[in-house]
């Protein structure tokens, strides 16, 4: 039952974005992570009261930093949304499992020492492929998709997934001292809410538009089902295997959100992209599973 769980977040999520892509044609990426936190602030409050869980910490430094970096994906996947075709900006955030394999590689670098018994760094070579071959499908994705303007975008929405790869780690750690996952969520929505208003006092209010209004309540509710859902997938795993197919059942989102693309946008992806896309999502799944043995308490995604 947690498999479906999961399918039903992803589906959550990508309907999120047509949301998001909808709404982007008349507010900017700040305005749009200002809703979103405000409404996920509302509807995990409201959780969190029907839960009796306390919204009072003992960590606010940690808080701070997971909802930094999180918003700084969040808005750059907004950003990223808005200016290239759905499922690519998808895939794109959808590559923190690649990255968090990226930051364990590196890790594992960075913490060798040379010793008579252990000459060499203790390097995963599965694990390293997987990267590799991962940056091979972003070269694919990108390079026949990408329009004249939208390397810019394209760029945001890579160093979106690094963003996102970050703020998984910070929930893994977060988890680890005891805080609740409806705590966590709260905080990111709130400081979402925060920096959203902060930049859209920087940049200027946008002229009131109610076409594209209308998506922005669907948008933060979308988003805390999605949460929601996801949460109970990871919950009701119960198992190391349990928790591997959940985690790779995320990128149905991917799937979800090409059928949109297609059909209400018109995206269209030549063979080299989808190509690149299944090279992603491959090597992704690969180090969702091949992390666990390099590292067992590697954190598990969310959005």
């Not at 080299?272 to 090279?279: C, D, N, R």
Request: net charge positive; proline share 4%.
């Amino acid at each position: 039952m947690q498999a479906w769980w999961m399918v039903l977040a992803a589906f959550f999520f990508a309907s999120m974005t047509v949301c998001v892509k909808f709404a982007s044609q008349g507010f900017n990426a700040a305005e749009l992570v200002f809703y979103r936190g405000l409404l996920g602030m509302l509807f995990m409050w409201l959780l969190a009261r029907s839960q009796r869980v306390g919204l009072g910490t003992h960590y606010a430094g940690m808080h701070a930093w997971r909802s930094m970096i999180g918003v700084a994906s969040l808005g750059g996947w907004f950003y990223c949304i808005a200016h290239l075709p759905l499922a690519t900006a998808v895939t794109l955030n959808y590559m923190s499992s690649i990255w968090i394999a990226v930051f364990i590689v590196g890790g594992a670098i960075i913490a060798w020492r040379p010793s008579p018994d252990r000459r060499t760094p203790p390097l995963q070579g599965s694990l390293v492929l997987t990267v590799v071959v991962g940056f091979v499908g972003v070269v694919m994705l990108l390079r026949p998709s990408m329009g004249p303007h939208q390397g810019f975008a394209a760029m945001v929405g890579v160093l979106s997934g690094i963003c996102a790869a970050l703020a998984y780690m910070q929930v893994t750690a977060l988890s680890r001292i005891g805080e609740p996952e409806t705590r966590v969520v709260f905080y990111f929505s709130a400081g979402s809410a925060v920096a959203g208003l902060g930049g859209t006092l920087a940049t200027g209010l946008s002229a009131w538009n109610w076409k594209a209004a209308i998506w922005v309540v669907p948008l933060g509710l979308l988003a805390s089902l999605g949460q929601l859902c996801m949460t109970r997938a990871y919950s009701r795993a119960g198992s190391q295997r349990g928790t591997l197919v959940v985690a790779n059942l995320q990128y149905s989102g991917i799937v979800f959100a090409a059928i949109y693309g297609m059909a209400l946008f018109g995206d269209r992806l030549p063979w080299m992209g989808w190509a690149g896309m299944l090279l992603i999502v491959g090597s992704g799944i690969a180090a969702t599973v091949l992390r666990k043995h390099a590292a067992p308490d590697a954190p598990e995604e969310e959005h």
